[in-house]
């Protein structure tokens, strides 16, 4: 089981949608990250926060949208995608310890747009 | 760029033999941590190797860092059908703690 908890679990969506993905960890990372996962490819980093601040994007398109409304929780608004961007969206937390940090992942929101 | 190789690409065992997989990295690292992904579902963070040469022991896995830092290799002795799954290195690019690069991932398949 996973502490970083995510909804919805599937979501299916048309181009010209508005939809939200939503994450929740109650573990006082400082740090939760947003990821994007093809099939049989590795994660791929998209967001990140550090202290609710958004410290690395990493090129993404406009059409996704993240928000950090508090050190718990982790959005990510989703609107005009393309078919293409279908994959399983990973949202992830994590601690440092000095040494590097620990990514917690949780299961995964897995979209389609159609 | 900074890049994250792993071969094999994919392999196959009878339950009962042993299993690598070799990561290298095209730069040094300060740290490489290793995950688990069972099919259709998430990564799970399995172990950080951080000293040159270091060796970590889990169980029936072998994680080893090398001398340079720069690859690391995973092996599980006497595979069972537990161990199915993709096995992805990760490490951070660059100086920063927050990007790590996955690398391409070895899957795993244990024919019973």
């Known amino acids: 089981d996973t502490e970083v908890t995510q909804t919805p679990k599937h979501l299916v969506m048309g181009m010209t949608n508005k939809k939200s993905l939503k994450c929740e960890q109650h573990?006082?990372?400082?740090?939760m990250y947003w990821y994007k996962q093809k099939a049989k490819k590795p994660p791929e980093l998209m967001f990140v926060?550090?202290?609710?601040?958004?410290?690395i994007n990493e090129s993404v398109p406009s059409r996704f949208s993240p928000e950090c409304p508090n050190s718990s929780l982790l959005n990510l608004h989703l609107h005009a995608l393309q078919p293409e961007d279908s994959a399983l969206y990973l949202c992830?937390?994590?601690?440092?310890?000095?040494?590097?940090?620990?990514?917690?992942f949780g299961e995964g929101s897995w979209l389609t747009v159609v | 760029g900074q890049q994250v190789m792993q071969i094999p690409q994919y392999q196959h065992v009878q339950e009962g033999e042993d299993f690598t997989t070799y990561c290298n990295s095209s730069t040094t690292l300060s740290n490489i941590q290793w995950y688990k992904q069972r099919p259709g579902g998430h990564p799970v963070f399995l172990i950080q190797l951080v000293k040159s040469g270091e060796v970590k022991k889990q169980k029936r896995l072998t994680f080893q860092f090398g001398e340079a830092k720069k690859n690391s290799s995973l092996h599980i002795t006497a595979t069972q059908t537990t161990d199915v799954g993709t096995y992805f290195c990760a490490g951070p690019r660059g100086s920063g703690t927050y990007k790590y690069i996955f690398g391409t991932g070895t899957r795993l398949k244990v024919l019973a």
């Open positions: 992830a937390s994590s601690f440092s310890s000095g040494e590097g940090n620990t990514i917690y």
């Open positions: 573990m006082g990372h400082r740090a």
């Open positions: 926060y550090s202290y609710e601040k958004l410290s």
